[in-house]
Each structure stands twice: as C-alpha cells, then as structure tokens.
C-alpha cells in the first residue's frame, strides 16, 4: 500500500514539475526585454524586443558597428520564437525560461547559418490595460505617404496599420504598367510573384531577380516592403524634435548621406576621395558646409525632397517617404529614399534611409535599411 502511494505521488510530482516547466517556456510577459548576446560565439550583439501577446519587435545592434537594426516577430506557446530583421536575416530559436533564447541565425540568402544566444539582462513589465490600448492605438495608426503606392486598381497614399494585411495580397502595380516580377529560385526555376506577401515568401526562400529588367522591377518591390514592414513594428511617437524641420535643413543633414563610390571602384583617386568623406564625416560635418565648400551643388529643393550634385561623381535626390517612431525609440523619425545615379555612367540605384533626431541641437542620424 505504502509503495502504492509512493508511486502515485511520484506521478503527480512528475506532472506538476513538468506542467512548471511548460507553463514556464510558455508565459513569457508582456513588456520590453533587453538582452545582451552573440552570433557564433564571435559576432556580440544587444537587442531590445517589444512583446505584446506573442508579438515582437525592437531593434538589435553589433557591437562593433553600433547601428540600430530593426526585427520583428513571433513567439509560440511552445517558447519557439521566430525573428525577421529589416535585411531578411533570420533568428529561430526558443525563449527559454523568460531567460534567455538559443537557436540558429541565418543570412537572407540561406547560404550562411550560425548559432545564437542571447541572455536577458533587463525585464521592464507592461500591464494588461495598457497594453491592450497600446494594441488599439497602434493599429489604427495612419502613415501618410508624399508618394502613392500603386496597385491593382489604387493608388494608396495613407496607409492604416490594419490596411497592411489586405494590402499584402494586392497585385503591384510596376513602372512599366504591367503586373508580376519574374524572380530565380535556388534550384534556377523561374517564377513570377505579384504581391508582397509572394515576393516575401519567395525571397525568404532564396529567390532573386536576374534580368535588368528584373532588377528594376525589384527595386519597387523591395521598397513597397521595406515600408509594410516598418509600419507592421512603427509606434506611436512619444516625442517629436522632428514637428516643424523639414529634410531640405542643410545644417541638420550629415555629409555621411553621401555614398562612397569605392564601394563600387578600386580606383585610387575615389578611394582618396572616399576618405577624404569619411573623415569630413568624423568630424560632423554637413551639407551646408559641403555647399559653402562648392563641394556640392544643389540642384532642385523643397521641404521633402533634395536633389544635388556631388562633384564630377554622383547625382543624388533624397525624397521623404513618411514618418513615425521606426526604431522604437520613442521619438519621431523621418523615412526617406535616397536615389543615386553616377554622373559618369549609367549606374542608378535607391536606399531607403531613416533619419534620426533626438536633440533640437544635434544633427540627424542616419539609419541604413539594407
């Protein structure tokens, strides 16, 4: 009887414990986490997640580069946590304990996996109310666009949060008129995508654009999902240094704006031009300097958009796309374009860019959006 009751109580102890345990790899809290980490025991890194009812999003850095980088996500009721960051590089893994998460990093291509970790350091808690608030303000958020998004019978140039969704499995409407990007999978079958929920799947899964035609194309699907994506994890801002500047203020623009043309030439001469650049920008200097200099000369301007020539080099035009709270940091930011076009050749290329301010007295940041 005694052995009886010996073992009875084994198997409940053996549930309760292992119920502790799931529950514990289950009931990850509502709030900020910040973690400190690394890729393949080398790459350190720090990211802070937002979790609102297994859902993520934050920004994460290198240590060596210091850069924000923008993630967004999921975590199951299993702890499994799935984490996508602006450039497509991909996190899996599972939050384990409310402690730490572990899995596997994967570049956008697919070619190079390492394993990760990262360590919980700070847990700041949310509660309930205001999180469901916070749920409803922020999906009923309008971002006002200067230039319309084309698709499928609309032009959509005010984007509501909850839109997205619906607007994903919209066809694109492209340049040429015409419907559907033709991209090469890893095993070299040729598809055709139409909307940005297909390209996304596609491009995940290790797809690219081959043609010239095709490249182009892409150019106007990557920046349709770059913007869902930021407006998917954008908050409301808290503060606004951003209310009344507008990005034709040469003094608040950082020469950092200008791209290095030795990324693209080995040429001696650009390199030292390059360089020259760079320590410019170590030392904080702006395009109102670079004008007064005849370094640049500008060519068109208006409160949302600057078009300039930098030397015999590059024709540049920066247009302003929309502004929100992107990187989460509770200030309003400022999401911009960037096209480039050599003066000497026929390369012509875009970057989406997010302009940081969070001083009336400082310059603006820059943010890079592979």
Not at 145 to 171: A, C, H, Q, V, Y
Not at 231 to 257: C, G, R, T
Request: aromatic share 12%.
């Amino acid at each position: 009887m005694i052995r009886k009751i010996k073992i009875f109580l084994f198997i409940i102890l053996f549930f309760i414990t292992n119920k502790i345990y799931c529950d514990n790899a289950m009931d990850q809290e509502n709030g900020k986490y910040y973690f400190d980490g690394n890729i393949n025991n080398k790459y350190s890194i720090s990211m802070c997640l937002n979790l609102v009812d297994k859902k993520l999003s934050g920004i994460y850095q290198y240590m060596n580069y210091k850069k924000d980088i923008i993630i967004h996500g999921t975590l199951n009721d299993d702890g499994e946590i799935k984490l996508l960051d602006i450039n497509n590089d991909l996190f899996t893994g599972r939050f384990i304990l409310d402690k730490r998460i572990e899995g596997i990093w994967s570049k956008a291509d697919h070619k190079i996996s390492y394993p990760f970790y990262l360590t919980v350091i700070k847990k700041e808690k949310s509660d309930t109310l205001s999180i469901q608030n916070n749920i409803y303000n922020q999906s009923n958020i309008v971002f006002h666009l200067w230039e319309g998004l084309s698709f499928e019978n609309e032009i959509i140039t005010n984007i509501k949060r909850s839109d997205i969704p619906r607007l994903i499995k919209k066809k694109v409407l492209l340049f040429t008129g015409d419907y559907g990007l033709e991209l090469v999978k890893i095993d070299d079958l040729k598809i055709i995508v139409y909307t940005i929920e297909e390209y996304r799947n596609e491009i995940n899964n290790g797809a690219y654009a081959l043609t010239t035609i095709g490249i182009k194309q892409e150019e106007y699907f990557k920046k349709i999902n770059h913007i869902f994506l930021l407006f998917e994890n954008a908050q409301l801002p808290k503060k606004s240094i951003i209310k009344d500047i507008n990005i034709d203020n040469l003094n608040l623009m950082p020469v950092s704006i200008i791209p290095k043309r030795s990324s693209i030439t080995d040429d001696p001469a650009i390199k030292k031009i390059d360089l020259e650049l760079e320590q410019d920008s170590n030392k904080g200097a702006t395009l109102s300097e670079y004008l007064k200099n005849n370094k640049i000369k500008i060519i068109k301007k208006s409160k949302i958009g600057i078009n300039f020539l930098y030397g015999n080099y590059f024709d540049v035009f920066i247009s302003e796309i929309s502004r929100g709270d992107f990187n989460n940091d509770g200030f309003e930011d400022i999401l911009i374009n960037e096209n480039i076009k050599m003066i000497d050749g026929t390369l012509n290329w875009n970057e989406m860019k997010i302009l940081l301010l969070k001083s009336p007295n400082s310059k603006f940041q820059i943010l890079k959006i592979k």
